[in-house]
């Protein structure tokens, strides 16, 4: 503007200043330092002038704002925006408010330089991992490859997120004419008609194929065999026509966890149905969402129906069958209008009678369930010598424990310095028993289940007995050597399994 000014001689200077909507001082300190030969600064204001920062005027301002963004770590952890979205809006009132005025805009600055920016939450922590998941999962897939080796089917099982059926909104979006989205409910109440489904879903492994039945009533074991049973009639046993062996893997939780006693009782009338040995692997608590199903099946059906409400079964049922994907998945539905009552309760007699075996590794987490069928009509059987009369003291009898009552009274003596504590709950068995009832598991091989129906007690209080009695007499070198030969004696247990149970007890067995 000065070279403009100097060019244009007398009256330059206040036509540059209107051209340029500047002041005629502008220009004419322009000119003077044209004139004096200074070299240009490279910027308009000089070092140093300006407005100052709200940062350097108000020295306390910095701390004050760290100290409401991070009130667990360096400020007060009673500050008054510890229950509140924490937005530079709601933090620049509240700096005010403290007597340091301050924008949002300069909020935001001051946060960027301290490195902070928004975040959302990370799901990372997992909780506590039980010891043996990686092992589990090795297990898992151990057997799922000798299975599929060996042309046997191997099926992924779970319940799917129960849908409200009606118009009501579904994640996702669809194209559609603009300004016409489809119009749903307000409210996400369920229709006392339609009520909701519940898809349960059955994923082949090998076929990458999937079945699901979408029930209408609730999400018991029942119905979750139930649909195994459908997907074995309508696609199993035509896809493995010599298939002896079924393997299962299936969440830890739910309609078909490994505690839930319905759960087993139903797989064991599946396998007497089919004529399959049917083995079940558990995925280890807390590791659902890697069970295959989850990402091979069911987050296919989610994103084939996003934004489409599920207004009655047919159309879950028709979205599902739809379902596919460019490397080949396919997909069947079938609905599910059966009543599935809940709280079925299963006694410890019919879980004692169950023809089911536990593997040597977490026998809870795997466990293989065999083929037996129940008659209707109990065959003839030929006369037979009468079983000894039963007597709770035949338990410690010599010939089934191998050592004499008061050999049976000192080991037990010996363990109870270590082993009879009182934490908790008081036992249902008392130590004396339990310590016999771990002698006759090593002596004459009986299971767990038909001595906890011997000695009135549950399955898994029973199991947790073996485990704890077999490291007592392991820690004190007390070897207890499996007998030779049957006891004639073990006759008088199987009758009284019969009596209690009702049916011959299948593992009532020794290893001689």
């Not at 596919?324 to 006694?347: C, E, F, H, K, Q």
Request: net charge positive; hydrophobic share 40%; charged share 20%.
């Amino acid at each position: 503007m000065a070279a403009e000014a100097r060019g244009l001689g007398h009256g330059g200077v206040r036509a540059v200043a209107q051209a340029a909507a500047v002041s005629e001082t502008t220009v004419r300190k322009g000119v003077f330092e044209l004139e004096a030969g200074e070299e240009p600064l490279g910027r308009v204001r000089r070092p140093g002038g300006g407005r100052k920062r709200v940062v350097d005027l108000n020295p306390g301002l910095r701390p004050a704002l760290l100290a409401l963004v991070e009130p667990d770590v360096r400020g007060d952890p009673m500050s008054p925006l510890r229950w509140t979205v924490k937005s530079t809006r709601t933090l620049a009132q509240e700096l005010t408010r403290a007597g340091h005025r301050v924008s949002a805009d300069t909020v935001a600055d001051l946060l960027r330089q301290e490195g902070f920016s928004l975040q959302a939450n990370a799901k990372t922590i997992e909780g506590s991992q039980h010891p043996d998941r990686d092992a589990q999962f090795r297990y898992l897939n151990e057997q799922a490859r000798a299975h599929r080796d060996a042309g046997q089917p191997v099926i992924s099982v779970d319940t799917k997120k129960k849908e409200l059926v009606g118009e009501f909104k579904n994640n996702g979006r669809q194209w559609r004419p603009t300004g016409e989205p489809v119009p749903v409910n307000v409210h996400d109440f369920a229709d006392p008609q339609l009520g909701k489904a519940v898809p349960y879903g059955i994923y082949d492994l090998a076929a990458d194929t999937g079945w699901v039945n979408v029930g209408t009533d609730h999400d018991t074991a029942a119905f979750a065999v139930e649909s195994i049973r459908r997907w074995w009639h309508g696609q199993g046993r035509a896809a493995y026509p010599q298939a002896a062996r079924l393997l299962i893997t299936a969440d830890a939780g739910g309609s078909n966890g490994y505690r839930t006693r319905a759960w087993k009782l139903e797989l064991a009338r599946l396998a007497a149905e089919t004529g399959l040995t049917i083995t079940v692997c558990h995925l280890p608590p807390g590791t659902s969402k890697w069970n295959k199903i989850e990402h091979r099946l069911f987050s296919h059906i989610t994103m084939n129906w996003c934004g489409r409400p599920l207004t009655s079964h047919e159309v879950i049922v028709q979205s599902i069958a739809a379902t596919t994907t460019r490397t080949g998945l396919r997909v069947s539905a079938a609905l599910d209008t059966n009543t599935y009552p809940t709280g079925v309760r299963i006694d410890d007699a019919e879980m004692a009678a169950l023809p089911l075996t536990r593997h040597a590794f977490h026998g809870d987490w795997n466990y293989a369930l065999h083929p037996q069928p129940r008659p209707a009509v109990p065959a003839a059987r030929a006369p037979q010598a009468p079983a000894p009369q039963w007597d709770q003291a035949l338990l410690s009898d010599p010939a089934l424990t191998g050592m004499s009552r008061q050999q049976l009274d000192a080991l037990t003596g010996t363990l109870a310095l270590d082993g009879d504590t009182r934490r908790g709950r008081p036992p249902r068995l008392a130590f004396p028993e339990q310590v016999l009832a771990t002698v006759l598991h090593l002596q004459v091989a009986l299971a767990a289940e038909p001595l906890a129906v011997l000695f009135g007690s549950s399955r898994t209080a029973m199991h947790r007995t073996l485990l704890k009695n077999r490291k007592l007499l392991k820690a004190h070198g007390i070897v207890i050597p499996p007998a030779t030969t049957p006891p004639v004696v073990l006759t008088a247990l199987q009758a009284r399994v019969l009596t209690q149970t009702g049916e011959p007890h299948n593992k009532i067995k020794t290893t001689c």
